[in-house]
C-alpha cells in the first residue's frame, strides 16, 4: 500500500496519507470549490484525485491518431483521474486548466521553460523559466454561492435587459470550437463567429424569455456593444479560474510587468 500525496494548490503544503491504490496519487483542489456543480456530481467535492503518469499516459501523449482528433488531453486527463464518475465534459473550464497544470507538475515538475518571452516596452526578446508551483487560484468570494447552481443573473447597461447564464464547462467548448470549423467554410474575408457562437451558449434567457430562437435573434440583432462587452468582462470576473501570470522582469530594459504564461508545445512534451 503506497502513500497519497496531497498538494492544496493554495499552500503548497504537502501531507503523507494512507490509499488503497497501487500507485502514488494526489488530492487536486479545484478552483471552483466544486460550488457549481450538483450534488451528484463528484465533482461537487471540489477537488478530484489524479495518479502520477506513467508509460501509459506517454502513450497517449505521444498518439498521433489522438493529436490530430484534437482529443489528446482530454484522454490524458481522462486516464490520470481516479475519482469514480468524473465526466470529463462537465469540467468547468478553470477546473479543467487546474488539473492540466497539475498533470503537467506530477509529470515534470515545477519548472516550465525556458520560454521566449518578449517585453512590451523595449520589444526584445529574452528566455524565461516559469515556477508552476506558483500559480495560485485567482481570489474569489464564495459567500452568496449557492451550492449546486450554475446559473447567474446580468442587467445589460444600456439596454436595461436582464439575461441569466452559466459558466461554460468542457463539453460547451469542445461544442462551440466544432461549431465554429462548421460555419468557418461560410464566413467571407476570414471573418468569425466566435463573439456570438460563445454568447449563444452562455446566456440562457433575456428578459425570462429562454426560447433559443429568441435568444439568438436578440444576441444576432440587437446585443450591441456596449453592452456585449460589459457582460463578457462581467463573466470574466465571476468565473473561477488560476491566475496564469508571472512577474517578469526584463532583462534588457529592466521593465517589470505581469505577464501570462505562453503555452507552448513545451507544456506536455518538454523534449519537443
Excluded at 78 to 88: D, K, Q, R, Y
Excluded at 120 to 129: A, P
Excluded at 172 to 193: C, H, P, R, Y
Aim: with cysteine.
Amino acid at each position: 500500500m503506497s502513500d497519497e500525496i496531497v498538494i492544496t494548490r493554495s499552500t503548497n503544503q504537502v501531507k503523507s496519507t494512507q490509499t488503497a491504490f497501487s500507485y502514488p496519487t494526489e488530492k487536486i483542489e479545484l478552483p471552483s470549490n466544486g460550488k457549481f456543480y450538483s450534488s451528484n456530481d463528484p465533482l461537487s467535492m471540489g477537488y478530484v484525485e489524479m495518479k502520477m503518469m506513467t508509460a501509459k499516459e506517454e502513450d497517449i501523449l505521444t498518439s498521433q491518431n489522438l493529436i490530430k482528433k484534437g482529443v489528446v488531453l482530454d484522454k490524458l486527463l481522462e486516464s490520470l483521474i481516479v475519482t469514480e464518475g468524473v465526466n470529463i465534459n462537465n469540467l468547468l473550464i478553470g477546473d479543467k486548466n487546474a488539473l492540466f497544470i497539475a498533470a503537467r507538475r506530477l509529470a515534470y515538475g515545477d519548472s516550465y521553460g525556458p520560454l521566449s518571452v518578449r517585453c512590451k516596452n523595449c520589444y526584445e526578446e529574452s528566455k524565461e523559466t516559469v515556477n508552476l508551483g506558483e500559480i495560485k487560484d485567482k481570489p474569489y468570494n464564495f459567500d452568496n454561492i449557492e451550492s449546486g447552481q450554475n446559473i447567474f443573473t446580468f442587467t445589460l447597461p444600456f439596454s436595461k435587459k436582464t439575461v441569466t447564464f452559466k459558466l461554460l464547462n468542457a463539453g460547451d467548448e469542445n461544442q462551440i470550437e466544432s461549431e465554429l470549423k462548421a460555419t468557418s467554410k461560410f464566413v467571407k474575408s476570414g471573418g468569425s463567429t466566435e463573439i456570438t457562437t460563445r454568447l449563444k451558449k452562455l446566456i440562457q434567457s433575456v428578459d425570462g424569455n429562454t426560447d433559443r430562437s429568441e435568444i439568438n435573434k436578440f444576441i444576432d440583432n440587437e446585443l450591441i456593444s456596449r453592452d456585449s462587452m460589459a457582460f463578457r468582462s462581467y463573466v470574466r470576473d465571476i468565473t473561477p479560474e488560476l491566475d496564469m501570470s508571472f512577474n517578469f522582469t526584463c532583462p534588457n530594459c529592466a521593465h517589470e510587468e505581469r505577464m501570462d504564461v505562453p503555452m507552448t508545445v513545451q507544456f506536455f512534451w518538454p523534449e519537443s
